[in-house]
């Protein structure tokens, strides 16, 4: 029972990357859906998040127009597709599933391993 984050790697600044969050024995259907983030030596930062009851979602504003999260239920993902991506964006990407949509860790309960992204030239 578990998450598993993938879909990470090296790219450079202005490529895309796809990230998934599959459900291994856990339900992602009717549930939220967060991504967080955490840049070396920093903490770990919620930034976007999708409801587990319609298609609502949210950005935080430094990802917002590049970032998109989208949920395929027949396959139980969560995908985070990243557009025009900066070397700011490097970092561990964790997905999380929780009750209520929201960026805060708290609000999510079982949580995904990380995939690293490294954007650099």
């Known amino acids: 029972v578990q998450l598993q984050a993938s879909g990470g790697g090296l790219v450079q600044p202005g490529d895309s990357l796809t990230l998934s969050c599959v459900g291994s024995?856990?339900?992602?259907?009717?549930?939220?859906i967060g991504w967080f983030r955490q840049a070396p030596g920093g903490e770990r930062e919620g930034f976007s998040c999708?409801?587990?009851?319609?298609?609502?979602?949210y950005y935080r504003q430094d990802v917002k127009g590049r970032f998109t999260i989208s949920r395929d239920r027949a396959k139980n993902t969560v995908f985070l597709q990243m557009n025009r991506l900066k070397p700011e964006d490097t970092a561990v990407y964790y997905c999380?599933?929780?009750?209520?949509?929201?960026?805060?860790?708290?609000?999510?309960?079982?949580w995904g391993q990380g995939t690293l992204v490294t954007v650099s030239s």
């Open positions: 999380a599933r929780g009750v209520d949509w929201s960026t805060s860790a708290r609000d999510y309960r079982f």
């Open positions: 024995g856990l339900s992602l259907d009717n549930y939220a």
């Open positions: 999708i409801s587990g009851h319609d298609s609502s979602s």
